[in-house]
């Protein structure tokens, strides 16, 4: 389809847990590098033969603790999408640092929720809502937390007319303890509130999916009469070795998306695999 065709889908690349480094030749527990891993998702991006809307990176954008040399690391991978005009949304998760960030990505205008980096974007056929859940920088837990919340009721309350899907960095249990690979079970927390949050959004029709990272895996979970989730897997690389690395791509439309996961291993079985979800 043309560009400016009204009919088509809006279409996302979906990326999270980059983890870079202000030194670039850090590499993952399992010997990868990080920032090698982004660049290649980065060429990808660009090789996309039809246009895309935008580009969301969903947390831990930062490898440890979100100094402000990661994220000067992170602004010079990501200049070849700046350089193509796509649209970078960026949210915050466990390892970022909030002030460091905003010195090195600053934003225009201040957010609708004070010291909370909150982003809302009205696509052709959805408004994505990217929320905060950085609760301090180099703990593993999220939050949410009270006002955010409060934000979030009062603009779904006045905001029904159109889908809408949310993204943050934590998943919405409070913990998980199927993440890493083996027998012992490690308890990896999530969102401290996440059960507040999942009542809450799922009481209003109009949100559709409930898109995260932070694990480190790739995982769909259709709603039906709840929100989708959607599990985000890491550009740079997974808690298990044998889960894919790479990025998302999100097309969507007025009554679903579709998305396919575009795995840098090629060969790895879920690879290029497309699954459609319908809006409830």
């Not at 905060?132 to 919340?149: F, W």
């Amino acid at each position: 389809m043309k560009p400016d065709d009204p009919t088509r889908a809006d279409r996302w690349a979906l990326l999270s847990d980059p983890h870079i480094d202000a030194d670039v030749s850090a590499v993952s527990r399992w010997g990868e590098s990080l920032a090698w891993n982004l660049r290649k998702v980065v060429g990808e991006i660009l090789a996309e033969r039809e246009p895309l809307d935008g580009v969301i990176i969903n947390g831990d954008c930062a490898h440890i603790k979100g100094k402000p040399g990661d994220y000067r690391a992170l602004a010079d991978l990501l200049e070849p999408l700046r350089e193509a005009g796509l649209p970078m949304l960026l949210t915050l998760g466990n390892h970022d640092g909030r002030a460091a960030f905003r010195d090195v990505f600053p934003r225009k205008e201040p957010g609708p929720v004070p010291d909370r980096l909150v982003t809302v974007v009205e696509g052709r056929w959805v408004i994505w809502l990217l929320l905060d859940s950085l609760r301090e920088a180099g703990r593993v837990e999220g939050e949410l937390g009270a006002s955010q919340l409060d934000w979030l009721q009062g603009y779904l309350a006045e905001n029904r007319s159109k889908p809408v899907i949310l993204a943050a960095h934590h998943y919405p249990q409070t913990s998980r303890d199927d993440i890493f690979p083996g027998p012992a079970k490690i308890d990896i927390p999530g969102l401290l509130d996440g059960e507040e949050f999942l009542r809450m959004a799922n009481a209003h029709p109009q949100v559709k999916a409930y898109v995260f990272g932070h694990s480190h895996d790739w995982r769909v979970t259709a709603g039906g009469a709840e929100m989708h989730q959607i599990n985000l897997p890491s550009s740079s690389y997974a808690f298990n070795p044998s889960r894919p690395v790479g990025w998302v791509l999100a097309e969507v439309g007025p009554s679903g998306m579709v998305l396919e996961l575009r795995a840098l291993d090629r060969e790895h079985p879920e690879h290029g695999r497309r699954q459609e979800l319908k809006w409830r």
